[in-house]
């Protein structure tokens, strides 16, 4: 693969699903993957085959109508898992199995009540039989943020010897600093045998609020896949915001690095998710939420007037959004007042604005947001307002 092209590795539809209370139905799912599609994502986890005849038949429809990006199911190291997978992906373009297991000591000694060498072993031979099916496998290394590295490394090489194409490094507990996950990719990228052969895969969850700072480090050290949520969404936390680690990617080129999104449709593939769902979307989200291109401040609402750029780092139409929004509070300027008056008609001049202003400051004190509604009936109340419209 190009080496400045980063992987979408979409996981809404499994990892994302996970957050109690919103199960989604086939129909649904199906609605959402066609649209991940035509997004741009290069791998959609369509869900866990396994888990359910429902589950299974899921990513069944999904295999069928998808035409560009690869489908995905989700098996644990175990062999009816992954056969069940593979029948779940036989009408996919492009099948992928992602099989795994855990590789900290937590889940080793604890979980498994194992030992490290059995769980090389249990490795190896879910990638192997995985690869009896299809030729594109993925291997996961649950914990692998709390796992040694040089045994992480040593896991690493038993997936690729039985034929793994990617390897997937989860931050399964959000536990990891960036500069700590940044540093394991490349410990990996530089000491594990026969890595050319193989992507590295991030996959970070949210519980320190470093999943998108954890995802940028990892491909910046190596890794060429993220593993992400539309919105965030996922266990607990939730896990890597798809928009937002596009977006870090498309802002800054100087990394050198770039995406096959379609950025002109999160806005709108975020509503879908949270109408689908039933989950409210945070006002303060990045990139997607209500507030992201809203100004009420008005030293910020005057700059923006003048120039966009001046407090907007992202274009709103590069993500969907419309047009950057001026919310008018008793903390906006006259500046702020003028722009939304001319919007719903009036051309006010300074003198007019000054009388004008005074009255809005009195109204606005009394409630929250002033809307066009609102605007309307302050100037027609006001003593000047036939000088207004004459004018």
């Given at each position: 693969?190009?080496?400045?092209?980063?992987?979408?590795?979409?996981?809404?539809?499994?990892?994302?699903?996970?957050?109690?209370?919103?199960?989604?139905?086939?129909?649904?799912?199906?609605?959402?993957?066609?649209?991940?599609?035509?997004?741009?994502?290069?791998?959609?986890?369509?869900?866990?085959?396994?888990?359910?005849?429902?589950?299974?038949?899921?990513?069944?429809?999904?295999?069928?109508?998808?035409?560009?990006?690869?489908?995905?199911?989700?098996?644990?190291?175990?062999?009816?898992?992954?056969?069940?997978?593979?029948?779940?992906?036989?009408?996919?373009?492009?099948?992928?199995?992602?099989?795994?297991?855990?590789?900290?000591?937590?889940?080793?000694?604890?979980?498994?009540?194992?030992?490290?060498?059995?769980?090389?072993?249990?490795?190896?031979?879910?990638?192997?039989?995985?690869?009896?099916?299809?030729?594109?496998?993925?291997?996961?290394?649950?914990?692998?943020?709390?796992?040694?590295?040089?045994?992480l490394a040593r896991v690493c090489e038993a997936a690729i010897k039985a034929g793994a194409t990617v390897?997937?490094?989860?931050?399964?507990?959000?536990?990891?600093?960036?500069?700590?996950?940044?540093?394991?990719?490349?410990?990996?990228?530089?000491?594990?045998?026969?890595?050319?052969?193989?992507?590295?895969?991030?996959?970070?969850?949210?519980?320190?609020?470093?999943?998108?700072?954890?995802?940028?480090?990892?491909?910046?050290?190596?890794?060429?896949?993220?593993?992400?949520?539309?919105?965030?969404?996922?266990?607990?936390?939730?896990?890597?915001?798809?928009?937002?680690?596009?977006?870090?990617?498309?802002?800054?080129?100087?990394?050198?690095?770039?995406?096959?999104?379609?950025?002109?449709?999160?806005?709108?593939?975020?509503?879908?998710?949270?109408?689908?769902?039933?989950?409210?979307?945070?006002?303060?989200?990045?990139?997607?939420?209500?507030?992201?291109?809203?100004?009420?401040?008005g030293i910020h609402q005057d700059g923006v007037i003048k120039n966009r750029e001046t407090y907007e780092?992202?274009?709103?139409?590069?993500?969907?959004?419309?047009?950057?929004?001026?919310?008018?509070?008793?903390?906006?300027?006259?500046?702020?007042?003028?722009?939304?008056?001319?919007?719903?008609?009036?051309?006010?001049?300074?003198?007019?604005?000054?009388?004008?202003?005074?009255?809005?400051?009195?109204?606005?004190?009394?409630?929250?947001?002033?809307?066009?509604?609102?605007?309307?009936?302050?100037?027609?109340?006001?003593?000047?307002?036939?000088?207004?419209?004459?004018?």
């Amino acid at each position: 693969m190009n080496n400045d092209k980063i992987q979408i590795f979409d996981t809404t539809l499994r990892d994302g699903e996970q957050v109690p209370g919103c199960k989604l139905n086939t129909e649904q799912k199906v609605i959402i993957a066609g649209k991940l599609d035509l997004l741009g994502v290069d791998v959609i986890e369509a869900g866990f085959p396994v888990s359910s005849p429902g589950d299974f038949k899921s990513v069944e429809e999904i295999s069928k109508i998808v035409k560009n990006a690869t489908v995905c199911g989700l098996t644990r190291a175990v062999e009816n898992d992954i056969k069940v997978a593979s029948e779940a992906l036989k009408y996919a373009v492009k099948p992928r199995i992602h099989t795994g297991i855990g590789t900290s000591d937590s889940h080793i000694f604890h979980k498994f009540k194992s030992n490290k060498d059995a769980i090389i072993e249990r490795a190896f031979n879910a990638v192997k039989y995985a690869k009896s099916f299809v030729e594109d496998v993925e291997f996961y290394a649950e914990d692998a943020g709390r796992t040694d590295n040089e045994y992480l490394a040593r896991v690493c090489e038993a997936a690729i010897k039985a034929g793994a194409t990617v390897l997937n490094i989860p931050d399964t507990t959000g536990y990891c600093l960036p500069s700590e996950y940044g540093a394991k990719i490349k410990y990996l990228k530089e000491n594990v045998k026969g890595i050319e052969k193989a992507i590295l895969s991030c996959h970070c969850h949210n519980d320190l609020g470093l999943a998108t700072a954890n995802s940028i480090e990892g491909v910046i050290n190596g890794a060429r896949q993220i593993e992400c949520t539309i919105n965030g969404i996922g266990e607990r936390a939730g896990n890597t915001a798809l928009e937002e680690v596009v977006m870090v990617l498309k802002q800054h080129p100087y990394l050198n690095l770039d995406t096959n999104i379609n950025t002109q449709m999160l806005y709108g593939m975020s509503q879908l998710v949270s109408e689908s769902m039933g989950i409210y979307t945070q006002p303060n989200k990045a990139i997607v939420g209500a507030n992201a291109f809203a100004h009420s401040s008005g030293i910020h609402q005057d700059g923006v007037i003048k120039n966009r750029e001046t407090y907007e780092i992202i274009d709103p139409k590069d993500v969907g959004v419309t047009e950057s929004a001026i919310v008018l509070t008793a903390r906006s300027g006259r500046a702020a007042l003028a722009y939304r008056a001319k919007n719903v008609g009036y051309e006010l001049t300074k003198l007019q604005l000054d009388e004008i202003y005074a009255s809005f400051l009195t109204f606005a004190d009394k409630k929250k947001e002033i809307n066009d509604a609102d605007i309307h009936q302050i100037i027609e109340t006001s003593k000047i307002y036939k000088q207004i419209i004459s004018a």
